[in-house]
């Protein structure tokens, strides 16, 4: 049922490919919450996805574009602000791709080209959404900006690779672009770390299945959902978290804070 949330609050919403992603989930209940935003993708994900039956499900549009590109970012925020009527309230980053983990290059092997490419793709282009934005005041003042990250970033989980940097430096930048936006437009930017989610993307790491199964032994409530993941992005892009910024929220049942679980116990005896 609709609590009208972001009732006439206006956004983007990045990396929707498929039914199963989270973006895609997010969009949907950001519709259902009576938001307005625009949806867009770099060019070669659209090809691979659905996104313009997406598009036509919440009445929007999607405007392609690559956020490595400041040119590309600042075509998409032109685009949409003429779309939406207005600035911004909320934007998602849910972009991530690692041509290392793609193509099956170890973290003690790595193609330091496509290293850099990993960095650009999956971290700093949540800066230069926000750069951009930033230099082109486009945000609302309490608008909320999210970027998806991974528990990878604080700890070692070998099948992550340099995604895990990645990680890393993404929830970096939301704390210290965090304090930029709040000191000058009461603007919160804070990550989400999610649950193992079999994702497009994240069903295509060796060994996801496995450690799937792990984390939900681990997590006293079991692994969050993909839809679970929309809700929380819902509420953080809600008037009721206007004070939360520069965070990493763990969203994942209680597993970053279990050492371990009875279930796992039990199948080690």
Known sequence: MSNNLL????????????????????????????????????????????????????N??????????????????????EILGGNFDFILHSIGMSPNVRKGKPYHDLNYDWLQKTYDISAVSFH?????????????????????????????YPFYNDMADAKALLESIARSYGYRFGKTKNVRVNTISQSP???TAGSGISGFDSFFNFAEK????????????????????????????????????????????????????
């Open 7 to 58: 009732a006439g609050k206006k956004g983007i919403i990045t990396g929707a490919l498929d039914e199963n992603s989270i973006a895609w989930k997010t969009a949907i209940k950001a519709k259902e919450q009576g938001a307005q935003f625009i949806l867009t993708n770099a060019p070669v994900a659209m090809r691979m996805g659905g996104i313009q039956e997406l598009a036509k499900e919440c």
């Open 60 to 81: 929007t549009e999607v405007i392609p574009a690559d956020a490595t590109s400041v040119e590309d970012i600042t075509n998409l925020y032109t685009q949409s602000k």
């Open 128 to 156: 230069k959404m926000m750069q951009v934005a930033d230099k082109m005041e486009l945000m609302n003042e309490w608008g909320s900006i999210v970027g998806l990250s991974y528990i990878a970033a604080q700890r070692t």
């Open 197 to 199: 989610t079999p994702t």
């Open 218 to 269: 681990m997590s006293p409530l079991g692994n969050a959902t993909a839809e679970e993941c929309a809700n929380y992005i819902i509420m953080m892009f809600s008037d009721f978290t206007r004070m939360v910024t520069m965070q990493n929220l763990f969203h994942d049942g209680g597993y970053s804070f279990t050492g371990i679980s009875e279930e796992m116990i039990d199948q080690m005896k």
